[in-house]
């Protein structure tokens, strides 16, 4: 079965500077691979999505993550991170199984944003 | 595009007591899942629906837990009797068949006292 690690439960950055979140998955063959992010009180929204076209994905807001086949990590990465940024994300790897799409998320990653 | 719809909001129930969750996905989409989400993970699938059938309920805690999409369209999860550990918060998503991307509501944030 697929599943992800997200290696950090909680990053605090300060406005302006990079952000990196963390994501190793583990699966058998080349997987897909998402991250979501979810704001205070609102649903989960898809910012990227990994599915072998090529292995630096860009997102929305600025957010991009690179698939490292040999490290099995999605890492998430934005140059500069804005206030609005702060919220919780997701890892999220995809699987079809007896032709259905299951998805697994990670644990979750909080970003803190600081002025 | 209407989105996933959702109600309630928010639901505060005693223990063994009993509540229900409704969830519309968006017209069309033939996948619907129902998440649990308790404070500080990540959401858990509970069951998942392709059009009226169930097509994995492995983590469904079927002694208290059920669920049903008539027609295809809109789904009830039902809780009966709730338990302290079910606070949390239960999200739906759908899905087109075939699309590898989810579509979330709101979600419904349940508080057991």
């Known amino acids: 079965a697929q599943s992800v690690t997200q290696l950090d439960s909680h990053v605090s950055v300060s406005e302006g500077t990079p952000v990196l979140l963390r994501c190793n998955y583990s699966?058998?063959?080349?997987?897909?691979l998402f991250w979501y992010v979810q704001h205070p009180n609102k649903g989960l929204q898809l910012l990227l999505k990994y599915t072998s076209a090529a292995t630096l994905v860009k997102g929305i807001n600025g957010f991009e993550a690179e698939f490292k086949k040999s490290e099995t990590s999605f890492h998430l990465t934005k140059p500069s991170a804005h206030m609005s940024d702060a919220a919780e994300y997701f890892c999220v790897v995809s699987d079809w199984v007896y032709n259905f799409n299951k998805f697994y998320f990670g644990s979750g990653t909080k970003l803190n944003v600081k002025p | 595009e209407a989105g996933v719809a959702q109600s309630p909001r928010y639901k505060i129930i005693e223990k063994r007591q009993s509540v229900a969750f409704w969830c519309n996905p968006i017209s069309g989409h033939a996948t619907l899942y129902w998440y649990q989400q308790i404070l500080g993970q990540g959401p858990k699938l509970l069951i998942q629906f392709q059009n009226n059938g169930v097509v994995d309920d492995s983590q469904l805690p079927k002694d208290r837990f059920s669920a049903e999409r008539l027609k295809g369209v809109d789904s009830t999860l039902k809780i009966q009797p709730a338990k302290l550990e079910d606070s949390a918060v239960y999200l739906c998503a759908s899905s087109p068949w075939g699309r590898e991307k989810l579509f979330f509501g709101s979600g419904t944030q349940l508080s057991v006292l």
């Open positions: 699966s058998s063959y080349s997987p897909s």
